[in-house]
């Protein structure tokens, strides 16, 4: 049975308030993406004891850290050199928490920038060089010094847009550290069309080191995609978590909710996750969203801890 969590900034930029919910839910972990208004590579040493200490305490395992790492140009040497002391700073960070997996990036799709416009995932593929499965193998080396694993997300602003460009990403960087984050509800708002499931699945299986999940509904006349509560969009997750389990995944499924009830999160926010602009109305949209999961969890036949109260 996979082990199920909570990305905390999704809640609060208080990881005590994320925490809190996550046990009343029955979760078995939590994911770091942002906390105090900071992301991973800027947490102070005291940031990371307080986090360590608040997740221990409720005896919850950190999961995994959500690294912005390699959201960035490949073509811009200065950037991806600045990126690669990022991501050792997270690493850093993975170690004090005790998580053994971070999450990262394939660099800008072509014509990509922070806040642009959403690139054309076919052109920008046609012209991936070696050069970025080279730069997430040196990643990698840099990962196992850390005893950890890098998971790479499938993600529309990136290179890796969709589960099949991440995994021929993966095949050529062929790297024992390097795997997938498989984000299921990403490829609603890719342009490809790839099907989450089981298409983007059987992609990704192979080198499957940790899921988020999420849910939306695509407009097929503007070619968008709009976050909705878990299970009331596209995604099939009853038949997914059904899967996961016959497969054997025992790894983390981790909730990113994304769906706002009175407002929702803008794309230049959703670009690069994290602060309170993002956090705002995500402790309701998460409740919303975990209650959905017990219902989805249930309707597969699966059995899962019930609301605590505590």
């Excluded at 969590?5 to 994320?18: G, K």
């Excluded at 690493?91 to 922070?114: E, H, K, M, N, P």
């Excluded at 642009?116 to 052109?123: F, V």
């Excluded at 969009?233 to 009175?262: C, K, M, N, Q, W």
């Amino acid at each position: 049975m996979f082990r199920r969590a909570i990305i905390t900034d999704e809640i609060s930029q208080q990881p005590r308030e994320a925490i809190e919910l996550s046990r009343r839910f029955g979760l078995d972990g939590i994911e770091i993406r942002s906390a105090w208004e900071k992301r991973p590579h800027e947490f102070s040493q005291a940031d990371v004891h307080a986090l360590r200490t608040l997740s221990m305490d409720a005896g919850l395992a950190v999961c995994a850290v959500a690294t912005p790492c390699f959201k960035c140009a490949v073509d811009d040497p200065a950037a991806v050199q600045t990126h690669f002391e990022m991501l050792r700073r997270c690493l850093d960070v993975c170690t004090g928490l005790g998580a053994s997996i971070a999450r990262v990036f394939s660099f800008w799709a072509q014509g990509d920038r922070a806040g642009g416009n959403a690139p054309s995932a076919e052109g920008a593929w046609a012209a991936v060089p070696s050069l970025i499965a080279d730069h997430l193998a040196r990643a990698a080396d840099v990962a196992r010094t850390f005893g950890c694993r890098l998971g790479v997300e499938n993600e529309p602003s990136v290179v890796g847009s969709n589960c099949w460009r991440v995994a021929g990403l993966l095949a050529r960087a062929h790297h024992p550290a390097l795997g997938a984050v498989w984000d299921p509800g990403n490829d609603l708002y890719d342009p490809s069309g790839e099907q989450p499931y089981p298409e983007g699945y059987l992609h990704l299986q192979p080198y499957l080191l940790h899921v988020h999940i999420k849910d939306a509904r695509r407009d097929l006349a503007t070619g968008s995609a709009q976050a909705v509560p878990l299970g009331d969009g596209e995604v099939p997750y009853a038949r997914i978590f059904t899967t996961l389990i016959e497969d054997g995944y025992a790894g983390f499924v981790s909730l990113e909710t994304h769906y706002r009830i009175a407002r929702p999160v803008s794309p230049e926010v959703a670009l690069m996750p994290g602060g309170s602009a993002f956090s705002a109305g995500g402790l309701e949209a998460s409740t919303l969203c975990l209650q959905r999961w017990q219902t989805l969890l249930a309707t597969a036949g699966i059995a899962a801890p019930l609301n605590r109260e505590d």
